[in-house]
């Protein structure tokens, strides 16, 4: 009589979603939840020898880690971790004597089969069950796949997956694999199923593979709530809800809703995991998922652009996230277009030597609405919104080099924008060259502030710059921001290494030009200085880049 064992993962492909850092009550709650609900297999995380080990974060050095997580009475329960090929010496391990973890599972690309299978062996001959999880399972072809399954055979480890990395699987390729390994593996292996739910299929293909009418022992992985990278995984109590249904009683959802209620909800709230369209065209192209978040990250994409993207990708790129890569490829993509040189030299003719005010979507620019507009108003000046319109003064242009931005554009304010070439646009005033407004700086390389000065000072040869809500970038989405669709929802690190790109840009261009601040600074560092007003000869307060 076949046996179907759930291995819930929440503890390690969680991770994704808050660096792995539950701290340690939390992460025993949710320990306690899982085999209060009666789950058969828990990975505690990661053995790794790449951190520096912090309790309460589930990435491990030691076996000796574990036993921090890991409860007196075991039930009969198995506790695992995985580790990624390449990434610990198991040579070091010691030899398995039941006080810490029982089996650990190997991770591998492709190419990395046979350094792994070699790591697999170590590792059972020292007395821990093995399990075998070929990433992207489904970039194997049937000649590939039938001699890992010989080698595999010759292990006989615990277990070997189905491991749908990229959320990709359909119905059909999750039965083709699975009959092929029916057929070809020994019967004593259990065949297992790891997915990622980026086309919203992991529950149905759970579902199919319960359903199936064999004799083989099978594993299917799975996370409390889902949680783990992008889209997400299958989750522990919908699937273990289906197994009491279809089985007869054997499973406790209700410890698992407590998880849910008391630990994993504040995550969620905090760095949102689901399905989203990024996503499923990250599926849908077979691309490793940081390739999806890295493009999200620039802000500046419509998901026709992230997939003419992906299109453009080479096939053996796609496994793998390659950083670098990525950035060449986006780049490449936001140059391909070509500038149109109508209007553009009266727009020049019209800044050069001129004071220009440019106003950003900060919260700052609502709340000191007033200045903004008595500033705008004085005689000389020219107004320019970045990436908006902004409403609360008179604006002369509206400088665009976001396409998702300049969608959200009213019609009827199109005649006044200032477009870069990435952007196909009729009926604008003037379009310039995107590549030559990049800066050097990673973080902010196309940020559209920055470019719109390197266009003032390179093209227009203006006077002066002065700044309005210039606020930098926060890490969670708040009610201080005037335009909805321009708000930045970032995490704390990407907005420290955007605002610290953004003063280290200014810093550079205000050694060309003066620039000032109008709104009250935020997140850039400034120093205070004074600078004459233009109305009536007063003096105001205003801020100097450093």
Not at 292 to 307: F, P, S
Request: proline share 2%; glycine share 6%; aromatic share 10%.
């Amino acid at each position: 009589m076949r046996e179907i064992t759930v291995l819930d993962c929440t503890l390690r492909d969680g991770g994704y979603c808050n660096e792995w850092n539950f701290g340690l009550e939390n992460a025993r709650k949710i320990v306690a939840g899982l085999l209060a609900a009666g789950v058969g297999m828990i990975e505690l995380g990661f053995l790794t020898d790449r951190v520096v080990r912090r309790s309460g974060v589930t990435k491990f050095r030691e076996l000796t880690d574990f036993a921090e997580l890991l409860p007196e009475k075991r039930r009969g329960k198995l506790f695992l971790a995985m580790l990624n090929c390449g990434e610990y010496d198991v040579r070091s391990l010691p030899p398995y004597d039941g006080s810490s973890i029982d089996g650990i599972r190997v991770a591998f690309h492709k190419k990395d089969a046979a350094a792994a299978l070699a790591d697999c062996r170590i590792i059972k001959e020292k007395g821990y069950q093995i399990f075998v999880q070929p990433m992207v399972t489904l970039c194997y072809s049937d000649e590939e796949l039938a001699r890992l399954i010989r080698d595999v055979n010759e292990l006989e480890p615990h277990g070997f997956y189905m491991v749908d990395s990229f959320g990709m699987m359909k119905r059909k390729d999750m039965l083709r694999l699975f009959y092929n390994l029916e057929h070809k593996m020994k019967e004593s292996i259990c065949i297992g199923f790891h997915s990622h739910n980026n086309m919203q299929l992991s529950f149905a293909n759970a579902q199919i593979l319960a359903d199936m009418p064999t004799n083989r022992n099978l594993l299917v992985d799975c996370t409390v709530f889902g949680m783990g990278r992008g889209a997400g995984n299958l989750n522990t109590e919908l699937f273990l809800e289906y197994l009491n249904d279809s089985e007869g009683e054997r499973y406790k959802i209700n410890p698992l809703l407590r998880v849910i209620d008391e630990v994993l909800g504040a995550f969620y709230r905090k760095n949102y995991w689901g399905y989203s369209l990024p996503n499923y065209l990250s599926a849908m192209y077979n691309t490793h998922p940081n390739y999806t978040r890295y493009l999200e990250e620039k802000e500046t994409l419509t998901v026709e652009n992230m997939e003419e993207i992906f299109a453009m990708m080479q096939d053996e790129k796609r496994a793998v996230f390659d950083k670098d890569y990525m950035e060449a490829l986006y780049v490449r993509y936001m140059t391909r277009g070509v500038a149109n040189e109508r209007n553009l030299q009266k727009l020049k003719e019209e800044l050069c030597g001129k004071s220009v005010l440019l106003i950003a979507p900060g919260g700052s620019c609502e709340a000191e609405q007033e200045k903004i507009a008595a500033f705008s108003s004085q005689s000389g000046c020219i107004s320019i919104s970045v990436n908006f319109a902004y409403e609360g003064c008179r604006t002369d242009f509206i400088f665009v080099s976001n396409l998702r931005r300049f969608r959200s554009l009213p019609s009827d304010k199109r005649e006044k924008c200032i477009v870069t070439s990435n952007i196909s646009a009729d009926q604008v005033y003037a379009q310039t060259d995107y590549q030559s407004l990049l800066n050097d700086t990673e973080m902010v390389r196309d940020n559209a502030g920055l470019m719109l000065i390197r266009f003032l000072v390179d093209a227009a040869g203006v006077k002066d710059i002065t700044l309005a809500g210039f606020d930098g970038y926060t890490a969670q989405k708040t009610d201080d921001c005037p335009d909805r669709a321009v708000q930045a929802v970032v995490n704390n690190a990407i907005a420290a290494a955007r605002n610290q790109g953004m003063n280290e840009v200014l810093a550079r261009y205000a050694g060309e030009i003066p620039i000032y601040f109008l709104t009250e600074e935020k997140h850039l560092h400034v120093r205070r200085g004074m600078r004459k007003s233009i109305e009536a000869g007063q003096e105001r307060r205003a801020a100097c880049i450093i």
